[in-house]
């Protein structure tokens, strides 16, 4: 099909003037046939994201101007009534204020973390490389895999951090059904996720700082404290706002591990802004409420994702 | 003189490198141990997990595995996520990259509108669009079906973009030749564009599979039947099951499900790196 | 005074092979020093040792006569332009140039004092805001400048400079920096790979192969009275040419007979042998004779306008290269008589100078090895 589409032969050589205007000729069928060749090549992805993303978005949006039946079908306009109510609502706003704690720290320990591993990583060292293996090593584990790892050290009787608590002669803890430890816990696991990939990331930049640039600065009299916060840290601000972001984002979407660790609990501790939507959705039947969270969600999301974006152009050259 | 001022040198220098050693160490301990229980355990006999005996116990046993591989779908729900991220994985490279090309090679009206409308799309979390999504995949007869992990994920706004920037480093002079040469743009995509851009390509290939890989929410949303699982949902339904108490074997099945990513993750390691700071950079 | 190398050797970690062995040197105060030699020969690791940024691995290094071996780089008191410059990317010219200052905690005052002289001086004002990567290639190459004369250290490192810019702004820079060595008084010693600019700029040149120094002298010293092949070779365009002759009778002699024509008489008597006689191409003399006549045949011929480089192959099939001021009009294939017009080097087995023909009336040897 693609194969039978008009195309441009190529005329036989001519002398020099013929072969500019053919040229002409040629570029403006091409330039014509390019219309095809768009729709063609850039249908598919068009409609898809028009049928899975455009469209649920302006039905979300749609539908959380109205109140809807058990079956999600709007039934009488309300205007910005979801929101304001949502917005009343204190457990909404606990949930926003948890999303807010989670991911602030997830993004915060995760760089410090990370970025921690990656300088001892790039120290040269002994057998440095054994170490930079293990620091990649939860690159690969997923959600749920995590989630089981973390089940059974937190686990109340079995799991080996009550053993040492209570080895120090503390009171077992609960920790995934007490709030404060719930969430504790919930940021410690996201963050040994996130672990293996920021290190990769910060590893790689600052591999990328060249040498030369610290043997300038310490010749010319900068001690390496100095050399770290003068050098390596504006050197590698774009990938640690990258880092930033990502993790950002990536927490306003969590949904597996608070599915799989807490169910949202204890008394909505960990009842994070995307867990809300698919419980108020698909456990409580209220999809206008589910719709206004996810709009709610879809719109801080998107500021993140703009603000990302404007600063990116600006910053590529530092 | 000069010789204490060496073992000076040299002692401080020894003395910085025990406290790096051990910040690494440190560091490895608390990276690695979450890992190291999970595939210990993994080994010990029920009995032993139930009772708390984590070291010093009994011997070591293949038991779980056993179990994991014999008493679940453990099997099924990594075949399942295999066929689902390789036909997600697939879809991405061949939609991405057409899409791709026409924003970077094609002349058409509305071209830059509807970039923009495209990178307005990766700032829509599809998490947050689940409930007309799941309300369409239901109208389309869809659920409980391998199609409904799939359709929806055929293409990827992200890989667009990135194929974009990459696409825009191929110098314009051998899309002259090719035009000279009289090759159409289907010819010219794939002769020289595709292979062009091969790493570009696996950064992508190697995005997409892990994407889909880990799959969560949606798979939980849209399938019921044991079947069909991915190995995530699988991981969940193991772990709720009345047998949560069977720690070893949920355990043991988490190590199945991990080992499979961490080698595919240790080959496209370069890759990822290469995305992520294109990701960082552009 | 200045800076003195004693017996230094560098081994890497992790190689067998030291990539320089005893290395001994004296760089005097307010010299321009230069380090030359073929790419790889370790002029960069020197460099680097000096400056502390590598630690040498035995040897002693004195910087006004105080050892310094185990003093870590800032502590040395001295300024360093690299070969890629290294310039801070996120920071303005202004602040490139401002940062050693800053991190040796000067007054704000001072700073702006000296990075306003420095831009000055390499005519930069105008850019102080701009990031490098928005200047040119000469235009960075100044920032790094700028940021070496900023510093107070009145020694001054420079590892290949000018090698990534173009020729023109090279010979340029030249100049530039050799007038900037002068006012300000700055012990400098310069690395390059390029022996004009070592015969341009130097006071004295260090002349490094092989792990080994082979000379160190004036720029004239070594051209004059090349210590041994390597460097006769490595100095002057056209290459010299290396000839073997032997000595003419069996006793000791002062005749060396390349061929019937091509003959090389020495000041004082040698003992009898073979030996390789150098002698540069401006210094043979060339005249055309007939067919079956001559010692060697023409082969190319470069018109360079104010002069003419001529190869010839000579009867025992070795090339030779001659020039000649202005224009001559020779053939290919021609038929041609090389003969000796002036100074000659002689060298042993071993490749070092041991005599030479008059032409200059300083007889001084200098052979190091
Ligand atoms: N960090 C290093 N480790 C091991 N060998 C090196 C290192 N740096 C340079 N070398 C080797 O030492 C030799 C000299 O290098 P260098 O000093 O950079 O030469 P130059 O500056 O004269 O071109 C080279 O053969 C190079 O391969
Ligand atoms: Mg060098």
Redesign the pocket.
């Known amino acids: 099909m693609i194969e039978s589409l008009p195309s441009t032969k190529q005329q036989p050589k001519g002398p020099e003037a013929n072969n500019e205007v053919t040229a002409k000729v040629k570029s403006f069928e091409l330039k014509k046939n390019d219309k095809y060749y768009a729709w063609l090549f850039l249908g598919p992805s068009i409609l898809l994201l028009t049928v899975f993303v455009f469209f649920p978005m302006l039905r979300t949006l749609y539908l959380s101007l109205f109140l809807t039946d058990t079956f999600g079908n709007p039934t009488v306009f309300i205007g910005l009534k979801n929101y304001t109510t949502l917005l009343k609502s204190a457990s909404y706003i606990a949930s926003l204020k948890a999303t807010g704690t989670y991911v602030i720290s997830v993004s915060v320990f995760t760089i410090i973390f990370g970025l921690l591993l990656a300088a001892l990583a790039n120290q040269k060292l002994r057998g440095i490389s054994f170490f930079r293996n293990i620091f990649t090593a939860t690159m690969g584990v997923s959600v749920s895999v995590s989630a089981v790892f973390w089940l059974f050290m937190f686990n109340p009787s079995l799991g080996i951090l009550n053993k040492v608590v209570v080895a120090f002669g503390f009171h077992p803890i609960n920790w995934l059904t007490t709030p404060g430890w719930a969430m504790t816990a919930v940021i410690a696991t996201t963050v040994w996720m996130h672990l293996g990939f920021t290190f990769l990331l910060f590893f790689g930049a600052l591999q990328a700082v060249p040498k030369s640039l610290y043997d300038a600065a310490s010749v010319s009299g900068a001690t390496s404290r100095y050399q770290f916060w003068h050098i390596t840290l504006p050197m590698i601000s774009p990938t640690m706002f990258f880092v930033a972001v990502i993790t950002l984002i990536s927490g306003f979407k969590s949904f597996g591990l608070i599915d799989l660790m807490t169910g949202g609990g204890p008394t909505n501790a960990t009842n994070l802004l995307v867990y809300r939507v698919y419980k108020d959705a698909f456990m409580n039947g209220n999809y206008a409420q589910a719709s206004t969270e996810a709009i709610i969600l879809t719109i801080i999301i998107a500021i993140i994702t703009f603000v990302q974006f404007k600063l990116l152009a600006k910053r590529v050259n530092y | 003189m000069e010789n204490s001022m060496m073992k000076q040198v040299a002692k401080k220098k020894i003395l910085g490198n025990t406290v790096k050693y051990l910040l690494l160490a440190i560091l490895a301990f608390i990276v690695i141990f979450p890992f190291a229980l999970g595939i210990w355990t993994s080994f010990l006999p029920s009995m032993d997990i139930a009772k708390g005996t984590l070291w010093g116990g009994g011997q070591l046993t293949l038991h779980n595995y056993v179990t994991a591989f014999t008493q679940t779908k453990i099997l099924r729900y990594l075949l399942n996520s295999l066929v689902i991220a390789t036909l997600v994985t697939a879809a991405h490279l061949f939609f991405c990259s057409l899409g791709a090309y026409a924003f970077v090679f094609l002349d058409f009206k509305y071209r830059d509108f509807l970039f923009y409308v495209v990178l307005g799309t990766m700032m829509l979390p599809f998490e947050a669009e689940v409930i007309p999504n799941f309300a369409t995949v239901k109208m389309l007869g869809l659920l409980n079906h391998y199609s409904v992990m799939v359709i929806p994920f055929l293409t990827s706004a992200f890989g667009i973009f990135m194929l974009r920037q990459t696409f825009k480093q191929i110098p314009r002079d051998l899309k002259e030749a090719s035009d000279v040469d009289g090759l159409s743009h289907w010819q010219f995509y794939w002769k020289v564009v595709m292979p062009y851009s091969k790493i570009s390509l696996c950064t992508l290939a190697a995005y997409s599979f892990l994407g889909a890989w880990n799959q969560y929410l949606w798979p939980m949303l849209t399938t019921f039947s044991d079947h069909l699982r991915p190995v995530q949902d699988g991981l969940r339904q193991l772990q709720s099951e009345e047998t949560f108490n069977d720690w070893g074997m949920v355990q043991a099945s988490a190590a199945i499900v991990v080992v499979p990513t961490l080698i595919v993750l240790y080959i496209g390691q370069h890759y990822f790196k290469s995305g992520l700071n294109e990701g960082s950079v552009k | 005074m200045g800076i003195e190398l004693k017996g230094i050797t560098?081994t890497?970690?992790?190689?067998e092979k030291p990539?320089?062995s005893e290395v001994n040197a004296e760089v005097q105060d307010g010299e321009l020093f230069v380090i030359v030699?073929?790419?790889?020969?370790?002029?960069?690791?020197?460099?680097?040792m000096v400056a502390g940024i590598?630690p040498i691995s035995d040897g002693i290094l004195k910087i006004n006569g105080q050892v310094m071996n185990n003093v870590p780089p800032k502590d040395r008191n001295l300024s360093m332009v690299f070969q890629s410059y290294a310039l801070y990317p996120f920071l303005s010219v202004a602040d490139n140039v401002a940062f050693g200052l800053k991190a040796r905690k000067m007054a704000a005052a001072e700073i702006t004092q000296r990075v306003d002289d420095a831009l000055k001086m390499v005519n930069l004002t105008k850019y102080r805001d701009r990031k490098p990567r928005e200047l040119s290639g000469g235009q960075r190459q100044r920032v790094a400048l700028a940021r070496a004369i900023a510093s107070d250290s009145k020694i001054c490192l420079m590892?290949?400079p000018l090698s990534n810019l173009d020729a023109q702004l090279r010979v340029r820079m030249r100049s530039e920096i050799r007038e900037l060595q002068r006012k300000l008084g700055l012990t400098l010693i310069y690395?390059t790979?390029d022996q004009t600019e070592a015969m341009t700029m130097a006071d004295h040149v260090m002349v490094?192969h092989d792990q080994h120094v082979q000379q160190i002298d004036s720029p004239l010293g070594i051209y004059n009275h090349p210590a041994n092949h390597f460097v006769a070779q490595f100095f002057g365009t056209p290459q010299i040419n290396l000839l073997t002759a032997t000595t003419s009778g069996n006793g000791t002699a002062t005749q060396l007979i390349i061929d019937e024509y091509l003959q090389v008489s020495l000041d004082n008597p040698i003992a009898a042998g073979t030996y390789t006689v150098g002698i540069r191409p401006n210094q043979l003399g060339m005249k055309q004779v007939a067919a079956n006549s001559g010692n060697a045949t023409v082969i190319n011929v470069e018109a360079l306008g104010d002069q003419t480089i001529i190869e010839a192959v000579m009867d025992n099939d070795v090339e030779v290269r001659i020039v000649k001021d202005g224009q001559v009009h020779v053939e290919l294939d021609q038929r041609v008589a090389v003969t000796a017009l002036g100074p000659a080097f002689v060298f042993d087995d071993h490749e070092a100078l041991i005599a030479e023909q008059g032409g200059v009336e300083n007889d001084r040897i200098v052979a190091v090895n």
Do not use: N, Q
């Open positions: 560098k890497y970690d992790h190689s990539v320089l030699g073929p790419s790889g020969c370790g002029k960069s690791t020197l460099l680097r590598i590892d290949e690395v790979h490094l």
